[in-house]
């Protein structure tokens, strides 16, 4: 089935050549230094990029990147003009930041550049303040578009998917571009249709290929990701009673196909109806949807505070909480403690960690090639492609979240790590952040888009905060430059103060608890406000919300299947027998823990039948379920006319015997089981006699006294009484 729902945009930057007749024009422009580059300087206002070997037949409009550095002053820009001194466009520093890299465009007509006759120069006129106070004050450009040599196409492939994140158990899809009649490639497509099913975990491209009749063909790519269903389960439940599944903070649906369209019950504690038929196979995933949360208020007065220096060394990056702990970690090892700051210890070192606040669970940030976490400071970057657990003493656990794209977070700066609800935002760099939503309940990374958060940062490659939902938007909370607990709203681009304080020293980690709704954060050295030395980890009471909203089909991940079985007892069928002895034995199989024969739970897997009646067992399973079932006996002398064994065909030597015996019989025509009981008809040893086998031996350590053997086959049934001395 699918999932939540985003389309992957191709890669920026990606440049694709075609090798047939559509084929890309991409040059950057040379400069009258002969460098890709222009620099900026007072003098020289007016830059010139001359591109040679232009091509006609561009059949879409063509783009212009501008990209460099420069200190460019509010309303200040640089005017594009092609020949003839025609305006084509305008840039700037689209974040206005000072010295930082950046990346502009404009459009250029498609007319204009099949009017160009091999070459253009276009001229950019510096308008308002741009000065040269940067290391490298510099521009480049580039010129990029699709042509044809055999003449402009009619009409362009185009093809996207509405939904392109797939599981691996979605059934075949046929693939639809426009216009029709061109040709789909990539991985998992076989004429057109797209089988998942066929695709391990990862993210791929289908081409789209249309080719005209004057030869010019045009190509248009889309990426889907696959995930892989989880492993199927098997269950024993009780006949004809509902079965209760308590999943604890994730909520899953139920249903009788695997399309999850027939549901029968979702939630985190479901009942579903009694089974009345073993095997049944019910369809389960889990339900991403989503928390409310929000910080209402906060209350320092009882505060708590404990130095963790001695513990872990000097602060690191990385607070967490489970039931029981709350870490913070540091560039030695990671201080845990209990809720109340008491006994602390240390762990080892886990750059990266954090909470999924829903389960309580700790998680890090983990790269699956060459397996690792983060393990410095950063500086570099670390691309995650996965979500690993740990245990509360920090060992890695085995649950691995693979992540639908990797997501490379410290670049240039402090990133941001907001824990929450069944999931994680991040964001990848200090000032304009990329943010990215995970979901840790499937893996799915949803982009956010960039945002410049005035994120207070401390000497940690990553500031750690709290992540939050209004039930339409999502939020961010965390310190800010102006000494406050301020709450972000990324839909808006607005930040509200919910809490004020200037003594917070550089606190920059903090997170809360959704039991004991407490605010436990870091800050280095001591406040006037709070106390402590060297590193200080402390806690005070907030009062926040949390609700876990209503789901819809979109959130659904994929499914897996249970099946689901109840055990069963037959005594057989009614029937008629003769005994010699006196003695009748019914076995009730092994492995319950309780056995009451007639009403009377004298816990013996078998019963001796001595008159003709009604014997009814009841038995308690693994699953501890009650089963029963009867037979109607009828104990008769061994007369001609009963299908019986011949008492005679069953031998055994010697008698009496210590427990060593032989069983010889007739040659059976099937397989046959032998059983044998004590006089209270309790069953000690049992054995399978396989077709053509006329003797067993036997070697029992039991008690003195009689025993009963019984041989059951198809030909009918023969008992015999042994004494062992």
Known sequence: MRKNYFIFSLLTGMLITFNGYSQTYSSYGSTPSNDDYNPIDYSNDTMYYTFNSLINGAYEDATLTIDGSGYFYQGSSYKVFGPGSVLLGTFTNPSNS???????????????????????VYKFVKQGTVYPYCNENRLRAKLQYNYCTTGVPAQHANFSFTDNVFCQSQTPMNLVGS???????????????????????GIYYITYTLTEANGCYTQDSASFTIFENPADESMITCQNMGTTINTGAISTVYATNLSLSNMIGIGTNVTLSPFTSSPTEVYSAAVSNPFYYAINSFDTTN?????????????????????????????????????????????????????????????????????????????????????????????????????????????Q?????????????????????????????????????????????????????????????????????????????????????????????DMASFITHPVNHRFYG???????TFGGDEETLFYFQISDSAARLAA?????????????????????????????????????????SSYTWNGVNNNFNSYAVQSSGEVVLSVVDNA??????????????????????????????????????????????????????????????????????????????????????????????????????
């Open 98 to 120: 000072n010295c930082n890299p950046f990346t502009s465009s404009i459009t250029i007509p498609m007319a204009d550049i099949n009017s160009y006759t091999g070459s253009v």
């Open 179 to 201: 216009p029709t009649g061109g040709v789909f490639s990539g991985s998992g497509v076989t004429g057109g249709v797209l089988d998942p099913s066929t695709l391990s975990y």
């Open 522 to 528: 870091h800050y280095e050295g001591g406040t006037t």
């Open 413 to 505: 700066d402090q990133a941001v790590i907001l824990a929450g609800y069944n999931e994680l935002i991040v964001g990848t760099a200090y000032g304009n952040y990329d943010f990215y939503h995970i979901s840790i309940l499937n893996g799915l990374v949803t982009p956010m888009g960039q945002d410049s958060l005035s994120v207070s940062g401390s000497e940690n490659w990553a500031d750690w905060g709290m992540s939050g939902f209004d039930g339409t938007d999502r939020h961010a909370y965390y310190r800010d430059d102006n000494d406050s607990i301020v709450d972000y709203n990324f839909t808006t681009d607005t930040a509200i103060t919910i809490f004020g304080i200037s003594d917070f020293s």
């Open 303 to 411: 505060y708590q505070m404990v130095d963790h220096d001695l513990i872990s060394g000097d602060d690191r990056g990385g607070i967490a909480v489970t039931a029981n702990y709350v870490y913070i970690v540091g560039d030695n090892a990671t201080a845990r403690f209990d809720l109340d700051l008491q006994d602390g210890i240390d762990l080892p070192k886990r750059d990266g960690i954090f909470t999924d606040l829903a389960q309580l669970k700790i998680y890090t940030l983990y790269n699956t090639v060459a397996p690792h976490t983060p393990n410095s400071d950063n500086l570099d970057g670390f691309t995650m492609n996965s979500l690993r657990a740990l245990n509360e003493d920090l060992s890695l656990g085995t649950e691995i979240i693979m992540l639908s794209q990797p997501v490379t977070v410290g670049v």
């Open 552 to 592: 819809t089909p979109t959130n659904y991940a994929c499914p897996n299947k249970i099946t689901f079985t109840f055990n069963t007892l037959d005594l057989g069928a009614d029937t008629t027998v003769c005994s010699g002895d006196g003695l009748y034995i019914i076995p009730g199989g092994f492995g319950y």
């Open 624 to 725: 501890n379920c009650t089963i029963t079932d009867s037979v109607n006996v009828t104990v008769a002398p061994c007369t001609t006319g009963l299908d019986e064994l011949d008492a005679t065909s069953m031998m055994i030597y010697p008698v009496p015997n210590n427990g060593t015996f032989q069983i010889s019989f007739g040659t059976l025509s099937s397989e046959a089981q032998i059983t044998i009981v004590d006089a209270q008809g309790k069953q000690i040893a049992a054995r399978t006699v396989a077709q053509g086998e006329t003797t067993v031996d036997m070697n029992l350590e039991v008690q003195s006294g009689i025993y009963f053997v019984r041989l059951v086959s198809e030909n009918g049934t023969s008992q015999r009484a042994v004494s062992i001395q």
